[in-house]
Structures are given as structure tokens and as C-alpha cells.
């Protein structure tokens, strides 16, 4: 069986399947005679609960922090509530019913009591009592549960998608790829795969439905090939690539420490996307110039009941800075909304999310969120070479009250005797054609650009990124979307500013040859795409970039650009 879905993280990979399926808990009523049996399942099931527990809080926090272990920490508190127990023994007591019935009605109660209440904590509990209450009913029901973080063979995972929690607790050693039912090449699976290094199919549509656990799968992660349970022929096949992949990994460790240069001597800067203090392992391994993209967001997501702290803040800032050793760290304020939500802050549903209540619109909003953010930011200004940036501008008034909040926090801190540096670069990312095309006033209140091409392609093209079904409309070489990169770099340029890229499309093979030839300064992309990228540009004259892009922005179809593309690089 062949699938072809959309290439998202580079590698090849072969192995058994793994399917991720919320399991459904097929729960009736039955009547017992035997209370003392229905009471020791339940008891049976609770052990294992709690053991299990122990070990995944354990893992937790040893690999990812004291934070993340809380989380388990939680359940265990629930698991041991005498009132959860106590309810669900006394009504297999009182009404001789099964177990699992028992406590699913317990759950229930439970469930809407705390949901129903005023406070945002306690509505927060309920979803922690529905996830061990079901880690229960499976053990009762004899349900696999499938734990992520305590895998014991290699797996090819496939899910509908991947949540950040399952991608940030699963033990990545085992494995091989993934493959999910949704998404593009910008959606958070796609972006985790490329920072994990982790080969990844997205967008299969139906992954989950065809693939069953153990069938055996073999894909190219970046021609988005999916095989299920192949001919041996295929099997040596794909071994002889996943070898070929491997030695190309290994070539370009010999461009580590070289610089990032044409033919003709143009220096430009490769930078990395990162989500957290800990993705700087990678970029190190990959020899990143830089942080073009610290995606602030996860930080705040990774929390579960409050916003996180200036101290927590300043710690992840600092760690990421003093990490890279004094090369440039580009952090982006907070990113939320869209289709990133914070459990502890109530967004209203709305009907355009993306075009809604997000990102800087919020920190203008509420402005201790955003301040406590840039004292955090500037506090760790001194332990590193900082450039903050403001995500989602859409005016120049936005802009200019953004800037007006930096001034008041920088006074604040003066106030208080506390250090900043002085030498903080302030920019802006151009995500929205809004600001795209009025640049060339923006550019005098920055010091740099970096265009998210990820939003800009949407925005510009009103294509959800997220969807699949008009995925194919969603395309970085729309003429309009490269018209509005040029425009962006010269407009920076007269003012004597550094524009980078930081969204996908700065990656992209096919796009840095045009990139490059547009006059684009810093590239900053998934760590794992680097040192290819510095592979292709060590390779090309400048001087016949720019003329190959000045070709390209006169062309009328993103076909025609492709086509033109593949022509001159034989691909
Ligand atoms: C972008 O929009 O290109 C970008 C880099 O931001 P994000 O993917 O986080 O929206
Ligand atoms: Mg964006």
C-alpha cells in the first residue's frame, strides 16, 4: 500500500508502526455478585495507575525539568484522593455494580462539579481527574495504553497529529518518524520533526484508518513516500537510501565551523528556529550562526496554571544566551492566539482565530503580560547578544506603542538600579501585508526585519495554512508573496537595515537561490536544514542570483517560477 503525503522533516526511516488512537472506553452497566472481586480490580488498576505514573513524573523530570514533572505530580494527587476511591467502593457496595461502571459515574460527578465552578484552577482539575480516571478504566478494561515516554522498541509513530506534550515526553531514542493524518510544513508536528531530527510524513488524511500497529513502514521524509508493509525488494531499497541519507548527514559535518559565503564573497548570516532553552543542543551540533527565531510561546504553553514568572522567563532567556556564546539571539515576544491557547488565560471563541485576538494585539492589550515579558528580556540583555522582536505588526501605531512599553520598561528598570544592556536591537517581523507594504516606514522606527513567510503566505494569499484542502494554493512562490519579499528587503536596505527570514520558506532549497538574489541578510530556519543550506550557498555566485531573481519577479505563475527554478538547478 502506497501513501504520499507532504514531506516535512528530511530522513528515512523504517520500522514498525505505532498508531496513536484515543482508545474508546466501551463502559456498561453490569450487575455483580462478587463486590470483593469488582473492589480488588479496581485496587489492581489503581496500582498500576500509580506506578506508572511514578515513572513517567521520574522521566520527567530528569529529561525535561521540574515543571513538566508537575504535571504528573497532579494526577498523582487525584489518584491518591480518599473521595474518589471511597465514592466509587462505596457504589459498587451499595448498587452491586462492575467497577469500571462505578467509577466512570464517580468521574462524571466529579468531572462536572469542578467544571461548573468559578475558579479557572478548579475548572483546570477536571481535566487532570478525566486523565487518570481513564488511566484507570483502561487498566480495568484491559485497554492498551500507549506511554510515550517509556517506550521500549523502536516505533514508527502515526497519529491524527502530535500534541506538544506528546512530542516533549516521548522517549525520542525510540523513535523513528512520524506520520500524521494532518497538517502542512509549517504546522507544529512538521517544525518539532525538524528540531528533533526526526523524519516526518504530515498530511496523510487517512494514516490512522489504513495503518495498523505492526504493520511494517518504510518513508522519505522529504518526498512525503509513505510504504506500508513493502516487498523485501523495496525494504533493500530504502536501506541503501536510508545509507545514502546518512552519508550525506556525515559529509556536511566538514562544513561546520566554515563560513557562510557565495562564490563571489557575499557573506550572509544562517541562523536557528528554536522553541526552548533546550533546542540550543541542536543548533550547536549544526553550527548555527545564531537564534533568528526563539519562539517564546512554549514557554507559556508548557505552563499549566499560571502565566510563567519574570524569574522563570529570565532563566529560559538567559540559558539560550549564554548558551550560544555571544553569537546573536533573536527572541520573539509572545506569539499567542491562532492556534496556540494557553489553559490558564480564557480566550473567547472566535470565528477567525487567526485573523483574531493574538500575538501583539494581546500584549498591547494587556500590558503587564507583555511587561513582564521585556523585564525578563532585558534583565537578561547582559548575559548575551540580545535582539527582541515584536511577532504579528499590522501598523505603525502598533509598532510605535510596542516601542513605547520597551521605553517604560527600560525606565522601570533604571528606576530600580537594575543592569540591562544598552545595545538591544529592537525589530519587527513582517508577517502581515499590512506591514509589508508600508516598510518602508516601519523601517525607520527598527533595527532589523525578519519575515515570517509561514503567516505572510497565508495572509497574503488568504490561505489557511492549516488547511489541507486547499494546501495546494498555499505556495511560497506565488508571484505576489516573492514580490512583497523583494519590497521588503529594499525598503529595509535604503534605511540602512538587516532583514532575515525566519519563517519556513528561509530552509527551502528551492527558495534561497532567490532569497540570496533578493539581498536577504539573515536566514534563520530549523537546525537541521543549515549546513545543507550552507552547502547550496558556499556554491552560488551572488552577482548570477540576483539576476536569476530579478527573472523571477517578472514571471506571472508560481508554476512558471518552479519550473524555472528546476531548470536551472536540475532538479
Ligand atoms: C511565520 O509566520 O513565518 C513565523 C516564523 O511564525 P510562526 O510560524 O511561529 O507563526
Ligand atoms: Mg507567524
Known amino acids: 500500500m502506497n501513501f504520499k503525503g507532504i514531506g516535512a522533516s528530511p530522513g528515512i526511516a523504517l520500522g514498525k508502526a505505532l498508531v496513536l488512537k484515543e482508545a474508546e472506553l466501551v463502559i456498561e452497566r453490569k450487575s455483580i455478585h462478587d463486590v470483593q472481586a469488582e473492589i480488588n480490580k479496581l485496587e489492581d488498576a489503581v496500582k498500576i495507575s500509580k506506578e ?61 462539579l469542578f467544571e461548573s465552578m468559578d475558579n479557572e484552577y478548579m475548572r483546570e482539575r477536571a481535566a487532570d481527574i478525566k486523565d487518570v480516571t481513564n488511566r484507570i478504566l483502561r487498566h480495568i478494561l484491559g485497554v492498551k495504553v500507549v506511554d510515550l515516554a517509556n517506550l521500549d522498541e523502536e516505533v514508527i509513530l502515526v497519529a491524527h497529529d502530535l500534541t506538544p506534550s506528546d512530542t516533549a515526553t516521548m522517549n525520542k ?50 518526498t512525503g513516500e509513505v510504504i506500508v508493509n513493502p516487498s523485501e525488494e523495496v525494504i533493500e531499497n530504502y536501506r541503501d537510501l536510508k545509507k545514502e541519507y546518512e552519508d550525506y548527514k556525515e559529509s556536511l559535518k566538514l562544513l561546520k565551523g566554515q563560513q557562510t559565503i557565495t562564490l563571489d564573497g557575499r557573506h550572509v548570516e544562517l541562523a ?6 533546550k533546542d540550543v543542543e541542536g543548533l550547536i551540533n549544526n553550527d548555527a550562526e545564531g537564534v533568528g527565531l526563539y519562539r517564546t510561546e512554549f514557554l507559556y504553553m508548557d505552563k499549566e496554571d499560571a502565566f510563567p514568572t519574570e524569574e522563570e522567563q529570565y532563566e529560559a532567556y538567559k540559558a539560550v544566551l549564554e548558551g550560544m556564546n555571544n553569537k546573536p539571539i533573536v527572541i520573539r515576544t509572545l506569539d499567542i492566539g491562532g492556534d496556540k491557547e494557553l489553559p490558564y488565560f480564557d480566550m473567547e471563541h472566535e470565528m477567525n482565530p487567526f485573523l483574531g485576538y493574538r500575538a501583539i494585539r494581546i500584549c498591547l492589550d494587556k500590558t503587564e503580560i507583555f511587561k513582564t515579558q521585556l523585564r525578563a528580556l532585558y534583565r537578561a540583555s547582559i548575559h548575551g547578544k540580545l535582539r527582541i522582536m515584536f511577532p504579528m505588526i499590522s501598523s505603525l501605531e502598533e509598532l510605535l506603542k510596542a516601542k513605547e ?47 515570517g513567510t509561514n503567516d505572510l503566505i497565508q495572509y497574503t494569499c488568504a490561505v489557511d495554512r492549516m488547511n489541507q484542502k486547499i494546501s495546494h494554493l498555499y505556495n511560497q512562490f506565488n508571484p505576489a ?30 527558495m534561497i537561490p532567490i532569497l540570496l538574489g533578493f539581498g536577504l541578510d539573515e536566514f534563520s530556519m530549523s537546525p537541521i536544514s543549515i549546513l545543507p543550506s550552507r552547502k547550496l550557498i558556499n556554491s552560488l555566485s551572488y552577482k548570477e542570483m540576483q539576476e536569476f531573481a530579478n527573472e523571477i519577479l517578472s514571471m506571472g505563475t508560481s508554476e512558471e517560477i518552479k519550473e524555472y527554478i528546476d531548470k536551472k538547478f536540475n532538479r
Not at 545595545?423 to 525607520?444: F, H, N, Q, R, T
Open 272 to 277: 536557528g528556529n528554536i522553541g526552548s532553552p
Open 481 to 510: 508573496v516573492l514580490r512583497l519579499i523583494k519590497m521588503v528587503i529594499d525598503n529595509a536596505h535604503k534605511e540602512g537595515k538587516w532583514v532575515g527570514m525566519c519563517g519556513e520558506s528561509a530552509g527551502d532549497s528551492n
Open 173 to 222: 531514542k525510540m523513535v523513528l518518524g512520524f506520520l500524521t493524518d494532518i497538517g502542512g510544513r509549517t504546522s507544529h508536528t512538521a517544525i518539532m520533526a525538524r528540531t528533533l531530527e526526526i523524519a516526518a510524513v504530515v498530511g496523510l488524511s487517512s494514516a490512522t484508518e489504513t495503518i495498523k500497529d505492526g504493520d511494517f513502514i518504510v518513508f522519505n521524509g522529504t
Open 52 to 112: 506508572e505514573l511514578v515513572k513517567v513524573k521520574e522521566k520527567a523530570f530528569n529529561e525535561l525539568g521540574e515543571h513538566e514533572a508537575q504535571i504528573f505530580e497532579a494526577h498523582l494527587l487525584v489518584l491518591e484522593d480518599p473521595e474518589l476511591l471511597d465514592s466509587t467502593i462505596a457504589k459498587i457496595q451499595d448498587e452491586k455494580v462492575n467497577s469500571e461502571y462505578a467509577l466512570n459515574e464517580v468521574k462524571e460527578t466529579f468531572v462536572s
Open 405 to 451: 512599553v520597551v521605553s517604560e520598561v527600560k525606565e522601570e528598570l533604571t528606576k530600580e538600579g537594575i543592569k540591562y544592556s544598552d545595545d538591544v536591537e529592537v525589530g519587527m517581523m513582517i508577517e502581515i501585508p499590512s506591514a509589508a507594504v508600508i516598510s518602508d516606514i516601519l523601517a525607520k522606527h527598527v533595527d532589523f526585519f525578519s519575515i
